[in-house]
């Protein structure tokens, strides 16, 4: 087993140690969801306390994670969520992921497992944790630090193009951008044009997307519990 499989699986077992329950989805018009949403807040905030403990007896914590990268690579290109920086040399993707679409760090992770199944030719590699410099002008942010292979993009997928894609995976449209896996597993969404690029090679290559394992909280009929 590789050491990077072994950082995902050991951090996932330390974030599992205090969440929330997600077997449950929010009856509408009882404030419900607010108050699920102010749940998975705090114990996202203690998962963070956890995974940082871990990350620093394992020697993979960056109390500056971005100046430290951009020292290196220069500056970010910047997300809704993501700082990314490119590594030439090494054809990589270097990026860190906030938790700003993600309440708990352990739905980051997950996300990880999700991405490297439905999309395995553009994996992302959890090589570290840590905390930005600031978070866009608001204070240091905890963060997950993550590789992927850099892919030579020829242009943006079009709107057809990924539709086409997604069904040939076996994945059904539930709204608009949003889809479900085969067998309703995952809840995969933001596939715009950034994200679902073709490489030169005129693969669709997926290298960038909102993945979420369908369980209850999320309100869309899925009965997943966990990777």
């Known amino acids: 087993m590789s050491r990077s499989f072994d950082l995902l699986h050991e951090a996932m077992q330390v974030a599992r140690k205090c969440t929330t329950g997600r077997s449950v989805a929010p009856r ?4 419900e969801k607010d108050a699920f949403a102010r749940e998975d807040r705090a114990a996202g905030k203690r998962q963070e306390t956890l995974l940082e403990a871990f990350a620093r007896e394992a020697g993979v914590w960056h ?3 971005d100046r430290e990268i951009e020292n290196c690579l220069g500056p970010a290109f910047e997300g809704g969520e993501t700082k990314a920086y490119f590594d030439e040399a090494n054809c990589l993707a270097v990026k860190l992921i906030t938790p700003s679409y993600y309440a708990q760090p352990l739905w980051n992770l997950e996300r990880i497992v999700l991405q490297n199944r439905y999309f395995p030719d553009s994996p992302l590699k ?3 944790f840590g905390r930005t410099a600031d978070d866009w002008g608001c204070g ?3 963060v997950l630090e993550v590789e992927q292979p850099l892919v030579k993009i020829e242009r ?3 709107a057809d193009e990924i539709d086409a894609y997604m069904s040939g995976l076996g994945c059904r449209p539930f709204r ?3 889809w479900l896996s085969a067998g309703g597993e995952a809840v995969i969404t933001d596939l715009n044009p950034e994200n679902a690029v073709i ?8 290298i960038d997307a909102d993945l979420r394992l ?9 009965q997943a519990t966990g990777i």
């Open 126 to 128: 959890l090589v570290g």
């Open 63 to 65: 109390d500056q994670a």
């Open 140 to 142: 240091p942010m905890f």
């Open 156 to 158: 943006s997928a079009t």
């Open 176 to 178: 608009p951008k949003t």
């Open 199 to 206: 490489d030169q090679l005129g693969n669709i290559r997926v």
């Open 28 to 31: 509408p018009g009882t404030g």
């Open 214 to 222: 369908n369980v209850p909280r999320l309100g869309f009929g899925g």
